[in-house]
């Protein structure tokens, strides 16, 4: 069973709120990764870092962001929620991989954001 | 730009039937990545193919690299209710540290 947590699952809120979706994971993985996935959809790749510091943006545009300040510990914040925002987000480590390859995903059971 | 595409897109079988999800790129992969989605779950990861030619198994499920590391399989023989989900391919093209994400088969089995 993979040690990855997203907070909360679930959640319902008002248009303009500001929210934050927890991930943590205990892997020790330097990589990890947010997705915004609609049901029965793609996976959309929003944010990615490879370590402390260091975030980069994903292949979709996001109002979110997020911050790496622990190894362990990859929040997404959304500073004004809006009902475009309605989705699951993802979020997902790996481990380093061989060469270029990215390593095998675990993905947490996902936050599912509904905006009003 | 980079694309992986997956098809079909959705598949309903009878159980006892086989199942096939194919995923083509528009590039050479270095790796291919298969992931199972449950209804209302998180991707699962399956497996990871590198080399040309590939071909691994897992119980039911096979999984074949093709020789210009381009395309990919996932085989099913003999469907059970419990294979229902989503099956997402994932690879490496190049230098490029992003899995680029085929769009996912949809497969529903029927009892």
Redesign the interface.
Known sequence: EADIYQTPRYLVIGTGKKITLECSQTMGHDKMYWYQQDPGMELHLIHYSYGVNSTEKGDLSSESTVSRIRTEHFPLTLESARPSHTSQYLCASSDEGTGANTGELFFGEGSRLTVL | GQQVMQIPQYQHVQEGEDFTTYCNSSTTL??I?W?KQRPG?????LI?L?KSGEVKKQKRLTFQFGEAKKNSSLHITATQTTDVG?Y?CAG?A??????I????T?LAVNP
């Not at chain 2, 779950?41 to 990861?45: L, N, Q, R, S």
């Not at chain 2, 994400?101 to 996912?104: D, I, Q, S």
């Open positions: 270095s790796n990545q992931y779950g998180h991707p699962v990861f990871q590198v989503t997402f490496n190049g230098n490029n540290r992003k899995l994400w085929g769009l996912g949809s």
